[in-house]
């Protein structure tokens, strides 16, 4: 083969391009027409023609720094005389062009194997300048494609075997081939197999067996499925351990059959059907991700080289390329830094193939660009815009020139009222689009005239006052164009011809709607502050389809709300914080009994109270009641709830002269309850009229009295007498920081301390002289503190962000310090069988135990479904794990009497 005729540089350029000289290529006899007459094409230019480079669906090359400039090679044509300005005429040539409408020629009479090649303008005229060899221009080059490689093979059925369910391939199978398989499982155990595998599927992607072996046998116990738990942990892995941990049983508070999937992908997001697949298109803070639905397999994963913090999406087709189309706010106006503010919102093109710019940045708006959609005007596909400025733009998509110039009186920019819904379609056979504003307004536009302003969306509702619209969809019921909106209000429908309301508004609260079509009639899909998704038949008036709850936790709100068909079965995908939730509301029921219910909000404090014989645990959530367990069986013994049900601050477990109690702190209250009857006994204020609100509370017996002490937001330690129902007559604590994290009561010999955090130091506090008999400095803040009670004596730990501390309160010195890897998020310690443990949660879902007298990790890291947000260690060697809203109960395998890094 004669390609080196070109040089090596020059070579590894075209192969770093995906191209290939072919086979039994041989320079030929050729001649062609210049400025300065024929002349020869040399061998080395004949080789780059030649070049074949990929074509697969419009595979492209584009300029790394400038990606919306396609080069075309290997489109030879003969140059005329005065496209070059030049005193004496060379033999020009031109071997391909770009879309900044310029021609690549070459001097046919100038020829080495990396040669020089020159750009010069369509238009002619101009001087040829320096050039560049070709290896460099090559170099400034790279490959994209307007292809998206969906995953091979994915259609497979399972073909009547269980290799879909089997223990062994959920553990080591990769979703995006496993996920569709178990869309075709029948049996009554294979489905519960499957939702047991999708409860955490976006960790599967990402997690190595091991980590994945751990999850599955703990969403298994949580689906009830123990058999099958047993044999996920009992999948062996090459190069590891058996599994150290073992679930006893573990709540399913919040899983359900109907939400079968999650990614974890950007908040602003759209659904497509892209070479006829159903895809999910998110962006996030600087990422694109594309997301093929049927695999649950991310197709692109992109970053985006943007200023300004994305605030809408739309995604289209355009010339054979799909594009996608974001808003951004200004971060100077958002108050985030960076511009300083004025600059205004942009509007950006972007490849979705690999997330390079498809144009230069569109500007015009002068606040930030809250929603965006494209619509096809008079033949020509336009980008309509909206946002802070309160105006509605047009522009053209495929150049970003502005198709109108809105006239429209901005008296601030504090965005009240901004434009945050935009939805097109036609009515009466003209292209219009409708807006919702964050005051409740709707307004219908012509854009066939340039976006002029057609009516407003009027209600005689008196229920609708500034109720703001957060979403808008044109839809067709009974062959007429018909509105529907969405918000902090209602759902509600409009007819866009005369903007009245059509019948009653539905539902409460729905923040976010999107239209669909079932069986040939549209639907309305809707999700509530709460993440509540139903399906509405807006003819009849009522939900068809749900409710099912999708999110949990009282600072819930939904981001976006979106459609697609998957196999054949509509399916919702409900966004949150960076989290999509895949809803299919037509799935079947669990058989059984199910899950375990427990909370409906995220546990953060745990307690163990009773004997080893009689052990009970104590749960409270940030929104929720508390709730007592049998340790033994995780039976819920009682629900602790309160006549009006307020959030839980922290939970103990004591005891009252003879009899066991549970005692739970609110923001201004203690309660006492009877935890073998679940009585409330005694409720104590501890607010007043001082201001005192409790952020952390510890109970201490000693000498036959029980004392609750209350840390609290204004700096102070209090102590109440639990059985007498009041203070007990100890000096306040004080003169701390704004705020005390913990309090923490000790037995130091055989008096009476409470350790108090305060910023990078924490105090012991002698509660019955209000002094502080020792000072343990950190060099960080002190964000955790857990006691080891061991036979010798009592130990304090303390978490510095990564990092624990061990002292004796007694000579506030220093034992060790013990490096956690993680940020300690719940902290737990206790002695047993003689060994010292900590068992710290981390942000990372994991747990790991550490032995306080070596600092070293006892057996291996335990990885959880959710954030672990409490734990307590247990007696019998047993572990209580809270994440998310669930408990679990863990115990190491085979009970070993010591545990070592060994027996794990």
């Not at 170099?139 to 073909?159: I, K, M, Q, V």
């Not at 006994?681 to 510890?698: A, E, F, K, N, Y």
């Not at 009670?789 to 501390?805: F, K, V």
Request: net charge negative.
């Amino acid at each position: 083969m004669s390609s080196n005729v070109l040089s090596p540089d020059v070579l590894s350029q075209v192969y770093r391009l995906k191209g290939r000289i072919p086979e039994g290529f041989r320079p030929r006899e050729w001649v062609v027409r210049t400025p300065v007459g024929m002349y020869p094409v040399p061998p080395a230019v004949q080789a780059l023609l030649a070049v074949e480079w990929p074509s697969r669906q419009r595979q492209r090359l584009i300029f790394d720094d400038e990606p919306g400039r396609e080069v075309h090679l290997g489109a030879y044509c003969e140059v005329e005389n005065g496209l070059v300005e030049e005193e004496t005429p060379r033999a020009w040539y031109a071997i391909g062009y770009d879309q900044g409408q310029c021609y690549l020629v070459v001097d046919l009479a100038d020829m080495d194997g990396d040669f020089r090649v020159y750009r010069v303008d369509h238009e002619g005229g101009e001087e040829a300048g320096e050039g560049l060899h070709l290896s460099a221009l090559l170099s400034e080059l790279r490959s994209a494609s307007d292809h998206f490689d969906f995953p091979a093979g994915t259609d497979r059925r399972p073909g009547g075997t269980r290799s879909a369910v089997d223990a062994h391939t959920f553990v080591h199978a990769r979703p995006d081939e496993l996920l569709p398989l178990l869309g075709h499982v029948t049996s009554v155990e294979d489905r519960l197999a499957s939702h047991v595998y999708r409860t955490s599927v976006d960790r599967h992607r990402d997690s190595d067996p091991v980590t994945r072996r751990q999850v599955l046998a703990m969403d298994a116990v949580r689906w009830g499925a123990d058999e099958l738990a047993c044999a996920i942990a009992a999948v062996p892995v090459d190069g590891a351990r058996a599994e150290a941990w073992t679930v006893k049983w573990a709540t399913g508070s919040q899983l359900d059959p109907r939400v079968c999937g999650r990614y974890r992908v950007g908040s602003i997001q759209v659904t497509a059907v892209v070479q006829g697949r159903p895809v999910l298109v998110a962006v996030g803070t600087s990422a694109l991700h594309v997301i093929d639905l049927a695999t649950g397999a991310t197709v692109v994963e992109a970053r985006l080289e943007s200023p300004q913090k994305f605030r809408a999406l739309a995604v289209t087709e355009a010339g054979g390329r799909w594009i996608a189309v974001t808003g951004a706010a200004c971060v100077g106006r958002c108050g985030d830094g960076g511009c300083g503010g004025g600059c205004g919102g942009r509007i950006e093109r972007w490849s979705l193939t690999d997330g390079t710019p498809a144009g230069a940045p569109i500007t015009g708006h002068l606040g930030s660009v809250r929603a965006v959609a494209v619509a096809s005007v008079a033949g020509k596909q336009v980008i309509v815009s909206g946002g802070g400025d309160r105006v509605l733009r047009m522009w053209d998509l495929e150049t970003g020139a502005p198709l109108n110039d809105p006239v429209a009186e901005v008296p601030d920019l504090d965005e009240t009222g901004a434009i945050a819904a935009i939805a097109v379609g036609e009515e009466g056979g003209r292209t219009i689009a409708v807006t919702g504003a964050e005051d409740g307004t709707g307004l219908v536009w012509d854009l066939e005239s340039g976006g002029t302003l057609g009516r407003s969306l009027t209600s005689d509702d008196p229920d609708r006052v500034d109720a703001w619209i957060s979403h808008a969809s044109i839809a067709r019921f009974d062959g007429r164009p018909t509105v529907v909106t969405s918000g902090d209000d209602k759902l509600r429908l409009w007819d866009p011809q005369t903007g009245q309301q059509l019948g009653d508004a539905l539902g409460e609260g729905c923040v976010r709607s999107a239209v669909a079509e079932i069986d040939g009639q549209s639907v309305v899909v809707t999700a509530s502050y709460r993440g509540v998704v139903r399906v509405w038949d807006l003819r009849e008036r009522r939900v068809v389809r749900g409710p099912v709850s999708v999110l949990s936790g009282s600072g819930c709100y939904v981001d976006a709300l979106s459609t697609a068909f998957v196999n054949g079965r509509l399916v919702v995908l409900v966004s949150k914080h960076g989290h999509t939730f895949v809803v299919d509301l037509e799935a079947a029921p669990v058989p059984g009994e199910g899950p375990r219910r427990g909370h409906a909000d995220e546990i953060i404090a745990v307690a163990v109270g009773g004997s080893d014989s009689g052990a009970h645990l104590v749960t409270g959530s940030r929104a929720d009641a508390a709730r007592v367990w049998n340790v033994g069986d995780g039976a819920e013994l009682h629900e602790l709830r309160t006549v009006r049900s307020v959030g839980i601050k922290a939970v103990a477990a004591t005891r009252l002269g003879d009899r066991p109690a549970v005692v739970t702190a609110e923001t201004g209250k203690l309660r006492v309850w009877d935890p073998s009857t679940g009585e409330l006994t005694r409720t104590i204020g501890v607010g007043g009229r001082d201001g005192h609100q409790v952020l952390g509370m510890s109970v201490l017996d000693h000498s036959h009295r029980t004392v609750a002490f209350t840390a609290g937001y204004d700096g102070r330690v209090l102590g109440w007498d639990l059985a007498e129902g009041g203070p007990a007559g100890l000096p306040p604590l004080a003169g701390h920081a704004d705020y005390i994290k913990a309090a923490l009561p000790m037995t130091v010999g055989d008096q009476p301390v409470v350790a108090v955090t305060d910023l990078d130091t924490v105090r012991i506090w002698d509660p019955a002289s209000g002094e502080t008999t020792h000072t343990l400095r950190h060099e960080q803040t002190v964000e955790r503190m857990t006691v080891l009670d061991s036979a010798a004596r009592q130990l304090l730990i303390t978490a510095c962000h990564d990092t624990l501390h061990i002292w004796d309160p007694a000579t506030a010195e220093r034992l060790g310090s013990i490096h956690t890897g993680d940020t300690v998020r719940a902290l737990s310690a206790a002695e047993i069988d003689g060994q010292s443990l900590v068992a710290v949660g981390g942000y990372r879902r994991t747990v790991r135990l550490w032995d306080a007298a070596t600092c070293q990790q006892v057996g291996s890291t335990l990885t959880l479904p959710e954030d672990v947000g409490a734990l307590a260690l247990a007696p019998g060697g047993r572990l209580a794990v809270a994440f998310g809203p669930d408990i679990a109960l863990l115990s190491w395998r085979d009970c070993p009497r010591r545990v070592s890094v060994e027996s794990a």
